[in-house]
């Protein structure tokens, strides 16, 4: 693979907890290309989350080397993760993470309003990631007057409105009944669709086949992979 906007060599993460070690990710060789749609999956405690966790800068590895975009972050100082985070990495969590006063709108612009952008451009990424997720006409509703589905489009919208490299999705369905995980994994299909990198954890084979290649995960070990047409 030429030029993986994610690589990661021996990357290790251990905890430490009464006097126990618990090897969370154990050796993890992984390049993933720009514009490719990546699951991470395997059993609970294998290791996914923790796997995530370290490809999006929300914590450190033990061991080893993670390039992204080709530069070095394994290493970075606290204030320069955070905005690494900010400007390169996409966030769609499982509990969505919306702030309960902010509208809609207000919650899309929070992260861009930590950059150096000026307001016009803000409004206008935020009106573009509302239009691109279906939600214009909710911009100045509150998290608690949509429904889960429609908060988690909003979830969407937030993380790419930042433009990132990467867009990082932990278990992006796991509130939601099946139509509506169905309409968000439509949703992330359609970015996909239009160049956007995802990696996304998941429990549901179903929503895995959407991906273009599966990396399975066993104590912390990634034991096999699978590559799927139907993400291509």
């Known amino acids: 693979m030429s030029n993986p906007i994610i690589r990661l060599e021996g990357v290790q993460k251990v905890f430490h907890t009464d006097e126990v070690e618990t090897h969370a990710v154990s050796d993890v060789q992984l390049e993933i290309p720009r514009g490719q749609y990546v699951c991470i999956a395997g059993p609970s405690g294998s290791g996914k989350t923790t796997l995530l966790s370290l490809l999006g800068l929300l914590d450190t590895p033990t061991a080893g080397t993670y390039l992204l975009d080709g530069k070095p972050v394994s290493s970075l100082s606290g204030r320069e993760r955070a905005r690494v985070r900010n400007e390169q990495l996409g966030f769609v969590f499982q509990s969505f993470n919306l702030i309960g006063d902010l509208s809609v709108a207000e919650n899309i612009e929070l992260p861009l309003t930590y950059r150096d952008m000026p307001a016009s451009e803000r409004r206008r990424r935020v009106e573009a990631a509302l239009e691109r997720v279906g939600m214009s006409h909710r911009g100045r509703h509150l998290p608690a007057q949509l429904s889960g589905g429609q908060q988690q489009r909003v979830a969407v919208a937030r993380a790419v409105a930042g433009e ?34 995802i990696v996304m954890v998941t429990h549901n084979p179903e929503y895995a086949r959407h991906a273009q290649r599966t990396i399975h995960l066993f104590d912390g070990r990634i034991v096999e992979e699978s590559h799927h047409e139907r993400g291509a």
């Open 164 to 197: 990132p490299l990467v867009l990082l999705a932990d278990e992006p369905t796991g509130n939601l009944d099946s139509k509506n995980g169905d309409a968000v994994m439509g949703l992330l299909h359609e970015l996909h669709r239009a160049g956007t990198t």
